[in-house]
């Protein structure tokens, strides 16, 4: 039996699929590369899974909010659990280009409970969701017990929206689901429209980057590996349907973690840390807040720990050096 990743070649998918076919699982990557960041980043990820892995990963290029094409895609494979990255991501896209992130992260993700519903092979379902579900809320640190009833852009109101069709399957067949609330993740083979991954080629090319809200930003800032030991940690636990209250407060076989890093650092601290790292000063902009965005994130990550034991290890201190590191490496620079 395999284990299904969808969003193969992207930066969790790449690496939660490490950590599986590390341990001897057999997993199967689904993706459509579709063009939002570079594909060939994507297809390098996908290269490097398997120079290191061989048969043990297949990939199939497959748009997941196509149903039948879902369907007939994975009709020859045996799979007992899901682990869904797959989605349209980015805060500020959802709000030029809405449609996508209505056909990806809500088809799309009813496309995979569907699949899971009518696999009788497939005992839990592990999904991604967001610290953006959190919008306006200015309690902090933010708890899976808090209201997230004020989004600030469409693709917070998805991911929001992808928990409540959740909680409705398990619901109504007892599927084992489990969504996490990932807090800006960062680090090698990570994604080109995150704001690290900006800074640092701005600062490289001596170009100034951008910082809103005149710095006046927090952020949760989450290493990979640690985001993979919660991912892989949840897969293997299924919440048990025993119709008591769970994180997240579903009495149904359903559970809401965050997976954050339980810091909370200024946006600028990530910069000095940049600059450390590339040895390389960067030109500073300072511009207003932008539109969807949010002030400070900040996960509490009490019941993630209290159930499984999540602990993560690795503050931005170190963290950020080895996305630097990798970073030079990728990109064959001095």
């Known amino acids: 039996m395999a284990i299904l990743v969808t969003g193969g070649?992207?930066?969790?998918?790449y690496h939660t699929s490490v950590r599986l076919l590390s341990r001897g699982e057999q997993v199967i990557g689904i993706d459509n590369l579709n063009p939002y960041y570079d594909v060939q980043l994507k297809k390098d990820r996908l290269a490097d899974l398997k120079s290191r892995f061989g048969a043990a990963h297949s990939f199939i290029q497959v748009d997941f909010s196509d149903s039948a094409a879902l369907t007939a895609?994975?009709?020859?494979?045996?799979?007992?659990?899901?682990?869904?990255?797959?989605a349209q991501a980015g805060v500020r896209?959802?709000?030029t280009n809405p449609h996508a992130y209505v056909q990806s992260n809500l088809v799309g993700h009813l496309n995979v409970m569907e699949y899971c519903r009518h696999n009788d092979a497939c005992d839990h379902m592990v999904y991604a969701s967001s610290?953006?579900?959190y919008g306006s809320n200015d309690k902090l640190p933010f708890s899976v017990d808090d209201r997230v009833?004020?989004?600030?852009?469409?693709?917070?109101?998805?991911?929001?929206?992808?928990?409540?069709?959740?909680?409705?399957?398990?619901?109504?067949?007892?599927?084992?689901?489990?969504?996490?609330?990932?807090?800006t993740v960062y680090g090698p083979w990570g994604r080109p429209d995150m704001a690290m991954w900006i800074?640092?080629?701005?600062?490289?090319?001596?170009?100034?980057?951008?910082?809103?809200?005149?710095?006046d930003m927090r952020r949760d800032f989450t290493f990979v590996d640690d985001i993979v030991s919660g991912v892989v940690a949840c897969l293997d636990n299924p919440p048990p349907d025993d119709r008591k209250p769970k994180a997240g407060g579903s009495v149904s076989p359903h559970r809401i973690y965050n997976i954050g890093n339980h810091r909370s650092e200024q946006l600028l601290h990530m910069v000095d840390l940049l600059e450390q790292s590339l040895g390389r000063k960067a030109i500073?902009?300072?511009?207003?807040?932008?539109?969807?965005?949010?002030?400070?994130?900040?996960?509490?990550i009490d019941a993630i720990q209290r159930d499984l034991g999540y602990a993560p290890t690795t503050p931005i201190d170190l963290g950020i050096p080895r996305f630097i590191e990798w970073y030079k490496q990728y990109h064959r620079l001095g």
């Open 149 to 183: 009833d004020h989004p600030m852009s469409l693709y917070a109101a998805s991911k929001k929206a992808d928990e409540l069709m959740s909680e409705s399957y398990t619901h109504l067949y007892r599927l084992p689901q489990t969504g996490l609330r990932f807090f």
């Open 199 to 215: 800074f640092a080629k701005a600062i490289v090319a001596g170009e100034p980057i951008k910082i809103f809200n005149n710095g």
């Open 9 to 13: 070649a992207g930066f969790i998918g």
């Open 73 to 86: 895609a994975l009709k020859p494979h045996a799979i007992s659990r899901v682990v869904h990255l797959g």
């Open 284 to 300: 500073r902009e300072f511009l207003p807040m932008q539109a969807g965005d949010v002030k400070d994130t900040f996960a509490d």
């Open 131 to 133: 610290s953006s579900v």
């Open 93 to 95: 896209y959802s709000i």
